[in-house]
């Protein structure tokens, strides 16, 4: 099936530092990524909507300035959350949207990455 | 604004027992329907969209627009179907985001 890759799959930082978290689409091309938030236990909390060449749209309560992304092509997303706390620790998945029908691929359907573990100290 | 629910957090069935897994939805338009899947430590993964209108492990969900449901099912449980069950919403007029519902965990036992 379409394949999303994430990295680092966890991290650990301490308090003021920032973290970069890419997500991939390894084998199609994204016309659209989505981040992603869940707490131990919850549902998939969007934090925000990511298309290539344009800015991210932000759900409301999310903090743009906190929680940069960058889409710098239609198979690379990235998520920096800058000057990172405690509260920001989270499970952040990151999930890619087909833009077109492949082998192994649905359009329209989004696959998700395997999430990225980010423990701020 | 467009909402999923989940009503049932839990299900525990025997395995070879029928489950169903409740979906309700509430939006205005045309609505794009999927259930995904997610097993112990993995990522969450695509079971079934409704346009397909495939089975895929044995699962079927069918759209009812009167009711606005999009019901899981499957006859006969399986050990392995254990896992937590994400019923989503996609609206195209809202950027194409998917709306989750709260999730159920499935738990099979023997």
């Known amino acids: 099936g379409a394949v999303v890759s994430q990295h680092p799959s966890w991290v650990i930082c301490k308090s003021g530092t920032s973290v970069k978290i890419e997500c991939r689409s390894l084998d199609f091309q994204a016309t659209t990524m989505f981040w992603y938030r869940q707490f131990p236990k919850q549902s998939l909390m969007l934090m925000a909507t990511?298309?290539?060449?344009?800015?991210?749209?932000?759900e409301q309560g999310v903090e743009k300035d906190k929680f940069l992304i960058n889409h710098a092509s239609l198979t690379l997303s990235t998520l920096t959350v800058t000057s990172a706390h405690p509260e920001d620790s989270s499970f952040y998945i990151c999930?890619?949207?087909?833009?077109?029908?492949?082998?192994?691929?649905?359009?329209?359907?989004?696959?998700f990455g395997p999430g990225t573990r980010l423990t701020v100290l | 604004a467009q909402r999923v629910t989940q009503p049932e957090k839990l299900l525990s069935v025997f395995k070879g027992a029928p489950v169903e897994l409740k979906c309700n939805y509430s939006?205005?338009?045309?609505?794009?329907l999927f259930w995904y899947v997610q097993y112990s430590r993995q990522r969450l993964q695509l079971l079934l969209r409704h346009i397909s209108r495939e089975s895929i492990k044995g699962f079927t969900a069918d759209l009812n627009k009167g009711e606005t449901s999009f019901h899981l099912k499957k006859p006969f449980a399986q050990e392995e179907d254990s896992a937590m069950y994400y019923c989503a919403l996609d609206v195209q007029a809202a950027g194409n985001k998917l709306t989750f519902g709260g999730g159920t965990r499935v738990l099979v036992k023997p």
């Open positions: 990511s298309n290539e060449g344009s800015k991210a749209t932000y």
């Open positions: 999930s890619a949207r087909a833009g077109l029908t492949g082998t192994s691929v649905e359009v329209d359907t989004q696959y």
């Open positions: 939006y205005s338009g045309s609505p794009e």
